[in-house]
């Protein structure tokens, strides 16, 4: 069974920090892209950071520029370091993984996790 597991969700006050963490299983994933995405209550989800499978490329939402750190160790592995955070970083956090050079785009990612929740108190 092909999965992506995200954990490391959680409350944190304001100004406060999270690491997500994304664990891969089932199959390889050489090659892959890994990316985070989010989705806020009434919102569309929307592109968070990405990461190349080599590590070597790595973009990030204008909203979460300098505060948010995207890294991968291996094939399967990866974290998402959250700090700064604010009230609007709330929502829904997904890891994926796709065969794509476009980390910003959703349909490039064929595995998706079930999401984490982050809430940000202000």
């Known amino acids: 069974q092909v999965e992506a597991v995200e954990s490391g969700g959680g409350l944190v006050q304001a100004g406060g920090s999270l690491r997500l963490s994304c664990a891969a299983s089932?199959?390889?994933?050489?090659?892959?892209?890994m990316g985070w995405f989010r989705q806020a209550p009434g919102k569309e989800r929307e592109f968070v950071a990405g990461?190349?499978?080599?590590?070597?490329?790595k973009l990030y939402a204008d909203s979460v520029k300098g505060r948010f750190t995207i890294s991968r160790y291996n094939d399967l592995n990866g974290n998402l370091q959250m700090n700064s955070l604010k009230a609007e970083d709330t929502g829904e956090y997904y890891c994926?993984?796709?065969?794509?050079?476009?980390?910003?785009?959703?349909?490039?990612?064929?595995?998706w996790g079930q999401g984490t929740q982050v809430t940000v108190s202000s």
């Open positions: 994926a993984l796709g065969f794509t050079s476009a980390l910003t785009r959703e349909n490039g990612y064929n595995y």
């Open positions: 089932g199959r390889t994933f050489r090659g892959y892209a």
């Open positions: 990461i190349s499978w080599s590590g070597g490329t």
